[in-house]
């Protein structure tokens, strides 16, 4: 009504208006005034024309919105009703919590799966698991609560758990995963070798015992048994079955131990077992890994590979040192390999005055590179050979060809080595000592393989492999070879395997000193290779007059403090094996600890050899004039000096050492070997404390020295502090963390390449930013096959990290 009101009046005035200047306009005839009407008219019609457009669209534009407003209004209780189904009916389980982890609220079907009591409790109290994912910002993780397993999304920004029930979905995935294949191989260790002395009925009843127990084991987890020859059985069965036998440690191998020691043999039990979802085919290439690595660790254990997790060990006897010793030497062999092939040809050279350990080494580096399809030579002068190795040289030159044609002159080595040769040096831990020194100046590629401990002279090598606990370098060349090359074995003449049994002989003295397990184990590879110990004892055998001259030189013993033997001659022995030979003859008279046999050589050198028992450590003395070794075995050679200032130099540290007297408390100001290190407060004899205050490598313990080593230690003491919590900073950065590696697969599952050290400190730097020393890095075991494995970094000697090496297929 109020818009016609609106019109009518706007109709007048403009009516009006159009009288009111109607003079204006000049109308002389009626028809000018029609039109004139007729126009006002037709203005009017326009006006209320678009009036009542725009009036029609505001109608319905209200329609609409009165028509929505009336629907949410009608929706809206639905909705209350169904939000309050959510929270009350459905079973979806949510949680509320606050900063400090607390409950604070929760809907009914939260507390039928926890309890309806779990409000104002803390997460942790009501399930741990849940509390570690959500304080970690895991977003979505699956639990398990009694015998029901839920999906739970946890929103942080607002502190709230969903939970979603998928116990039927797990207990699915579950009879998946159970059926999943698993594939085993079983080796009965050294079978064959354990009953070959027993008769044939004694043999068949151990064997079947054997076989009995492997089937009555088998037969608790429902495994199908194939025997593929006298020592291997194939072993099939699944992944839950698989579970149980690691519930159980695989018991089968403590009924095989108590076998083989009921019957007196020495046989055991190596297994791989690969649980895979992938074809048999491939599974079994991961179970002959798994099997091969079970014997390299040494047998008597099981290895098993589950996808996606770690690598598990079972039944191993053998200690840590040992486990990574071998995963050292794998990745030794693999690291030399890698140095010869990439080198155009190979020199190996031992120490002046080569003894049957550096000739056995010789030959033994030889071979390696030999297997590496590289030319090598020996690098040997015959004058610098002890005679004993000239003798046994001279008698087996015509039987052994690569000593007829790769024996090559020192001379003749400076002429041919390039800067692309590799030169290997072996049995020698100074520069100064070996054959040819000159040779370590035409390339910088040197590898050194050595067991004495290192001086302070060192060689400038690409690689090393300096172990003091060795008794030979013989023993650390020949652990290379089972790791060296994997298509074949090293091919050894039994002559040559003799020598280098020599070898072992020699610095063990007849297997006395420095001996361990691994010692054996590589005389018993040398004998297999065909070494002859009767052969060796001729070799070594003293003659009549070398047994004259041996009791020659005792006649002239010089006993120093009723318990040290000096044999000093102005005679010249170009044979040091002799010299040794008189010290190790002294140990013989009744209370005598130690011996030093010192002899001019040649006209500039004079030449100690020291040999020791109980506890008197020979290699600090030798070290102190310049020389090295053992602790019971060791000696040096000292230029242009006199026999007599020799033995006076080793005679006055004897009696400084040892001579007793009155006592005194030093400081020592550096390390001292086989006294202490920088900064310990000792006691030792009034003469010896003297002789290390004037060398500067002592101070008086005083009150006044005393009180600034104490304030020097708490300083040292709060920088330790600093630096331990900044490596367990570290370990919390680099625990729990994973790096991915490919390594090449062949078709018959042959591994290409290796996975090093390097590669892994480069991949974890590459994904999570943290640079890792390769040489602290060290592996529960080798990387042979795909599989998660475990490695670990010494950050300091009380914090290790550890983390995950995942190897895939390239």
């Known amino acids: 009504m109020k818009r016609w009101i609106f019109f009518v009046i706007s109709a007048l005035l403009y009516a009006i208006a159009l009288y009111l200047y109607q003079p204006y306009f000049g109308i002389e005839s009626s028809r000018e005034l029609i039109s004139i009407i007729v126009i006002f008219l037709a203005t009017i019609v326009l006006f209320y024309a678009i009036s009542r457009k725009i009036n029609k669209s505001s109608h319905q534009k209200i329609a609409t919105l009165q028509s929505r407003l009336n629907m949410w209004s009608k929706l809206s209780y639905h909705i209350s009703q169904a939000g309050d189904e959510i929270f009350t009916e459905l079973p979806i389980g949510m949680i509320a919590i606050d900063e400090e982890m607390e409950i604070k609220w929760s809907n009914p079907h939260a507390q039928v799966i926890f309890g309806h009591k779990i409000n104002g409790k803390k997460l942790n109290d009501i399930h741990e698991k849940?509390?570690?994912?959500?304080?970690?910002?895991?977003?979505?993780?699956?639990?398990?609560?009694?015998?029901?397993?839920?999906?739970?999304?946890?929103?942080?920004?607002?502190?709230?758990?969903?939970?979603?029930?998928?116990?039927?979905?797990?207990?699915?995935?579950?009879?998946?995963?159970?059926?999943?294949?698993?594939?085993?191989?079983?080796?009965?260790?050294?079978?064959?070798?354990?009953?070959?002395?027993?008769d044939v009925s004694e043999q068949s009843s151990i064997k079947g015992d054997y076989l009995s127990a492997i089937d009555d084991w088998a037969d608790q987890f429902d495994c199908f048994l194939k025997p593929f020859a006298d020592e291997k059985i194939l072993i099939i069965t699944d992944?839950?079955?698989?579970?149980?036998?690691?519930?159980?440690?695989?018991?089968?191998?403590?009924?095989?131990?108590?076998?083989?020691?009921?019957?007196?043999?020495?046989?055991?039990?190596?297994?791989?077992?690969?649980?895979?979802?992938?074809?048999?085919?491939?599974?079994?290439?991961?179970?002959?890994?798994?099997?091969?690595?079970?014997?390299?660790?040494?047998?008597?254990?099981?290895?098993?590979?589950?996808?996606?997790?770690?690598?598990?060990?079972?039944g191993a006897k053998s200690d840590a040192s040992i486990k990574s010793s071998r995963v050292s030497v794998r990745i030794n062999a693999q690291t030399i390999k890698d140095f010869i092939e990439k080198s155009s040809n190979v020199y190996v050279m031992g120490h002046h005055l080569s003894d049957m350990d550096a000739f056995g080494a010789m030959l033994a580096a030889y071979h390696m590179a030999e297997a590496s399809h590289k030319q090598a030579y020996i690098v040997l002068d015959?004058?610098?050979?002890?005679?004993?190795?000239?003798?046994?040289?001279?008698?087996v030159k015509p039987q052994i060809e690569i000593l007829e044609k790769d024996v090559v002159t020192c001379e003749q080595a400076v002429n041919m080595i390039s800067e692309s040769s590799l030169l290997i040096v072996l049995d020698s831990q100074s520069p100064k000592m070996v054959m040819a020194p000159e040779l370590l100046e035409k390339t910088d590629n040197v590898i050194v393989i050595d067991h004495h401990r290192v001086g302070e002279e060192r060689f400038n090598a690409i690689f090393s492999i300096i172990e003091s606990s060795a008794s030979s370098t013989v023993e650390l060349i020949m652990e290379l070879f089972s790791f060296y090359n994997a298509d074949a074995d090293i091919k050894v003449s039994p002559l040559e395997a003799s020598i280098m049994y020599g070898g072992l002989v020699v610095d063990t003295s007849n297997f006395i000193f420095r001996t361990t397990s691994r010692t054996f184990e590589i005389a018993s590879r040398l004998k297999e290779l065909g070494a002859d110990a009767g052969l060796v004892k001729t070799w070594l055998r003293r003659d009549m007059m070398r047994i004259m001259e041996i009791n020659r030189l005792l006649d002239t013993v010089d006993i120093v403090l009723n318990r040290f033997a000096f044999i000093v001659t102005g005679d010249t022995y170009d044979d040091r094996v002799l010299l040794a030979q008189v010290s190790e003859a002294s140990l013989e008279i009744n209370g005598i600890d130690a011996a030093f046999t010192i002899a001019r050589m040649d006209d500039h050198t004079v030449a100690v050899s020291a040999r020791s028992l109980n506890e008197i450590n020979v290699q600090i003395l030798m070290e102190m004039i310049g020389g090295g070794g053992h602790f019971n075995s060791a000696a040096a050679q000292l230029i242009d000096t006199s026999v007599h200032e020799v033995y006076q130099k080793l005679k006055n540290y004897v009696e400084l050492e040892f001579g007793g007297g009155e006592k005194m408390k030093i400081?020592?100001?550096?390390?001292?070997k086989g006294k202490g290190?920088?900064?310990?407060?000792?006691?030792?004899?009034?003469?010896?404390?003297?002789?290390?205050?004037?060398?500067?490598?002592?101070?008086?313990?005083?009150?006044?020295?005393?009180?600034?080593?104490?304030?020097?230690?708490?300083?040292?003491?709060?920088?330790?502090?600093?630096?331990l919590d900044l490596m367990k900073k570290l370990k919390s950065e680099i625990d729990g963390k994973q790096v991915v590696l490919e390594i090449q697969i062949g078709k018959d599952g042959k591994q290409f390449g290796s996975i090093t050290t390097k590669?892994?400190?480069?991949?974890?730097?590459?994904?999570?930013?943290?640079?890792?020393?390769?040489?602290?890095?060290?592996?529960?075991?080798?990387?042979?096959?795909?599989?998660?494995?475990?490695?670990?970094v010494t950050l300091h000697k009380d914090i290790k990290a550890q983390f995950e090496v995942k190897v895939i297929e390239k």
């Open 382 to 395: 015959e004058d610098k050979i002890d005679q004993t190795v000239l003798k046994v040289f001279k008698q």
């Open 239 to 314: 992944r839950k079955n698989l579970n149980l036998m690691i519930e159980n440690k695989f018991d089968l191998l403590d009924k095989v131990r108590k076998i083989s020691t009921d019957e007196k043999v020495r046989v055991s039990v190596s297994m791989g077992i690969a649980s895979w979802d992938i074809p048999y085919e491939e599974i079994g290439v991961y179970a002959q890994n798994a099997v091969d690595l079970a014997e390299k660790r040494g047998g008597d254990q099981v290895v098993v590979n589950i996808q996606d997790k770690k690598i598990s060990y079972f």
């Open 759 to 792: 590669q892994i400190a480069e991949a974890f730097q590459e994904t999570h930013g943290i640079l890792i020393d390769k040489k602290k890095l060290d592996l529960q075991s080798e990387i042979n096959s795909i599989g998660i494995y475990t490695a670990f």
């Open 677 to 723: 290190v920088k900064g310990d407060v000792i006691e030792v004899a009034n003469g010896y404390g003297q002789f290390l205050m004037n060398s500067k490598k002592a101070a008086l313990a005083n009150d006044e020295s005393l009180a600034a080593l104490e304030a020097e230690k708490q300083k040292q003491k709060e920088d330790e502090q600093r630096h």
């Open 130 to 198: 849940m509390f570690e994912l959500a304080a970690s910002n895991k977003t979505n993780f699956v639990i398990q609560k009694d015998d029901q397993f839920f999906d739970v999304v946890y929103r942080s920004e607002y502190h709230f758990f969903y939970l979603f029930d998928v116990t039927h979905r797990e207990n699915v995935l579950k009879q998946y995963q159970d059926q999943i294949p698993a594939l085993g191989l079983i080796f009965l260790d050294n079978l064959d070798e354990a009953l070959a002395v027993l």
């Open 667 to 672: 400081i020592l100001l550096t390390d001292v």
